[in-house]
Structure formats: structure tokens, C-alpha cells
């Protein structure tokens, strides 16, 4: 699976959309961008994921650059459970499934 | 949504002891599951992937006598780790796939404590 390059952590105030960004200029054309999470001392949570278009959904928006060399996780309106590590990953839907997490972004959302 | 449950959510042992994690789907049937280990402020590492009805398939650098993997049934994979180490401590976290979608479906991670 192709590696990704995410910033180590982001600030954002709570009501505002945060806007997280992933590289993947490695990418190859059958894998898909995937984004987990994971809240303090929990397992971690599906987001979205994508192969080329935009996708949105009842957590997220996730757009998709034209080239897929990156990527960026929309959160509409932030709150502060939504306090996570987020990870981006690239991996080819239908094979062995594995997932291979990188260290993620920490998005802390501030009062 | 697919739900994935693991039992227990901490534990604490004595050094040299087994200690048994149980991960279980309880909305869907997954033929595949996976054992992840946490160490803190690091990330997810991959140990295993657990197929139902045969033989777990380690990553490299995992040792396969120590870290038993059980998937008796569609629905429960068990982890043992045996003869358990203070450096065995760490966050365990067990995932489901879901056939259809494909999708990865999380437990919320045991705590193993070793003395």
C-alpha cells in the first residue's frame, strides 16, 4: 500500500469546520483513500473513504484531488468529541484488507 | 452499524501468566478478523490476520507461539498471549471485516497491564 503524509497535529476552534490534509502522491490507481479515527484509549472509528470523486456523508466530507496525490478530510462543524487522532489511508479495496495506520494528525478542538 | 465487542476492556496480570482477550461481531458474521497492539502514543501495528476455520497469518516480527490465535466461529476470535511479559503491555485491538462492503469494523481495544 501506497504511504501517506499527514501533518502531526492541528488546532480548531469548536463550530468550525476543520479541514484535515493527506498526501498520497505515491498512490496508485486501484487504491482507494480511506480516513479512521480514533479517540483517546478507544478502538478507531470509520470515517469515509473514496477512490477519485468527492464523497460526503453523515460525518464528513472528503475531497479528492484531480491528480489523487492528495486528499482532505472535511469536518463540517467541529465539536469537541470530535478530539482525535485521524488517520488517512490508502490501500486497494477488494484484496487482503489490510490496513497499515501512519502516525495521523492529532486535531485538538478548542472551547 | 457492525458492532464489535472485546472482553475484557483491561486487565491486569502477573508476569510469566496467559492472559486471553476475547473479540467478538455481534451484528454480523466476519470470516476475517484482525489483532492489532497499540504501545502508547504510537500507532496501530498490524500482529495477525484470523481466518475462521484455519490458521491465523502473522506479520513479520510476531511471534506465533506467543500470541495464539483462535476463530473457532464466525463471530469470536480470541487472542492468548502467553506467558506474558511486562513489555507485552500494551493497547490490543481486535477488527472485524464485514463481507459485502469490505469494511473494517473496530472493538474498543483491551488494556493489558503486565506486572
Known amino acids: 500500500d501506497a504511504k501517506t503524509t499527514q501533518p502531526t497535529s492541528m488546532d480548531c476552534a469548536e463550530g468550525r469546520a476543520a479541514n484535515l490534509p493527506c498526501n498520497h502522491s505515491?498512490?496508485?490507481?486501484?487504491?482507494?483513500v480511506y480516513w479512521y479515527r480514533q479517540i483517546h484509549s478507544q478502538g478507531p472509528q470509520y470515517i469515509i473513504h473514496?477512490?477519485?470523486n468527492n464523497e460526503t456523508n453523515e460525518m464528513a466530507s472528503l475531497i479528492i484531488t484531480e491528480d489523487r496525490k492528495s486528499s482532505t478530510l472535511i469536518l463540517p462543524h467541529a465539536t469537541l468529541r470530535d478530539t482525535a487522532v485521524y488517520y488517512c489511508?490508502?490501500?486497494?479495496?477488494?484484496?487482503?484488507?489490510?490496513?497499515?495506520f501512519g502516525k495521523g494528525t492529532l486535531l485538538t478542538v478548542n472551547p | 452499524g457492525a458492532v464489535v465487542s472485546q472482553h475484557p476492556s483491561w486487565v491486569i496480570c502477573k508476569s510469566g501468566t496467559s492472559v486471553k482477550i476475547e473479540c467478538r461481531s455481534l451484528?454480523?458474521?466476519?470470516?476475517?478478523m484482525f489483532w492489532y497492539r497499540q504501545f502508547p502514543k504510537q500507532s496501530l501495528m498490524l500482529m495477525a490476520t484470523?481466518?475462521?476455520?484455519?490458521?491465523?497469518?502473522?506479520e513479520q516480527g510476531v511471534e506465533k507461539d506467543k500470541f495464539l490465535i483462535n476463530h473457532a466461529s464466525l463471530t469470536l476470535s480470541t487472542l492468548t498471549v502467553t506467558s506474558a511479559h511486562p513489555e507485552d503491555s500494551s493497547f490490543y485491538i481486535c477488527?472485524?471485516?464485514?463481507?459485502?462492503?469490505?469494511?473494517?469494523?473496530f472493538g474498543p481495544g483491551t488494556r493489558l497491564t503486565v506486572l
Open positions: 477488527s472485524a471485516l464485514l463481507a459485502g462492503n469490505n469494511e473494517q469494523f
Open positions: 505515491t498512490i496508485s490507481g486501484n487504491e482507494y
Open positions: 473514496g477512490l477519485k
Open positions: 489511508i490508502v490501500r486497494v479495496a477488494w484484496s487482503n484488507y489490510k490496513l497499515t
Open positions: 451484528d454480523f458474521q466476519a470470516t476475517t
Open positions: 484470523s481466518n475462521e476455520g484455519s490458521k491465523a497469518t502473522y
